[in-house]
């Protein structure tokens, strides 16, 4: 059926994200995934498996809660719900076989808990869906970072919400020496001198405060392109604003202004690492990558 409204969510360490979206025919001839509505709600489970190893039942009821809203919506505009992934928290959490039960309860739909590869692939296969090209992918999540270029990925498990509940919401002089193991221990060389695209909540936070755009609008945040300098800039004007100041920022509401400057310090580091001055931003994601078809569903529709 053309333009069936498809349907996927991606439960994070810091939110939740459901994309709903279509396949839509292109001028030139080619079939994009559009988005048609977008809902994001803060669920912070990599703080409780920081703190205590497992999701508390107080996070896993505000996470039900949450996903019983998606459900609703999904259920209300008779989408078809394809995918529910799960990433590093639940990687992590000692408690993940009990979590799984109830969001399947919750969404009437069993999620799967997918490693940081295939977090990275996902993400790849969105971005080069979009724009068709050979470029290096970096989405800095909650609780991990993953590179990707064609088959070559790599996830570090270290993110924004990672950072804050280890430094505080801004890095200190440890920061250096942290930077300096972690690369020793995961080497980002492979990936260096590419063009890349930072994908995730960091990378759209950092696109509306810099653009200064009250309310999420994916086509004037897809595709900027940034330099180093602008990164700096902005990061300094975001960290010289008080904590409540900070967060009457657009696109920091919702607890993103607690972890946005240590997302934003872990992407200066990575860029250092990687040997380029500039980046661009997309908003696709996993959640994108989820709806394209497997590769065994690909065959089928041939044959």
Known sequence: MPNKLLASIDIGSHSCILLIAAF???????????PKLQKVEVCRLGEDVYEFGAISEERLND??????????????LGVDLKAVAMTEAMRKASNSDEVILAVEKALWFKPQIISGEEEAALTYKAISEWYHSELLTLDIGGGSTELCLRNKCLSIPVGALYLFKKMGAIPGPEYKNFVKETFKEYPVRAFSKKEVVFIGGTATALAMVYLNLNQFKYEQIEGLEMTLNDLEQTTMRISNLSKE????LPGLE??????????LYWLKSLLERLHVESFKISTAGIRYGLLYPSPSEESHEIK
């Open 63 to 76: 996470l039900i809660i949450i996903l019983e809203r998606f459900r609703s919506t999904v259920h209300a």
């Open 254 to 263: 919702n607890g993103r202004s607690d972890v946005i400057i240590c997302g």
């Open 24 to 34: 839509e025919k292109q001028e030139n001839g080619q079939e994009k995934l559009v």
């Open 245 to 248: 100041l900070r967060a009457l």
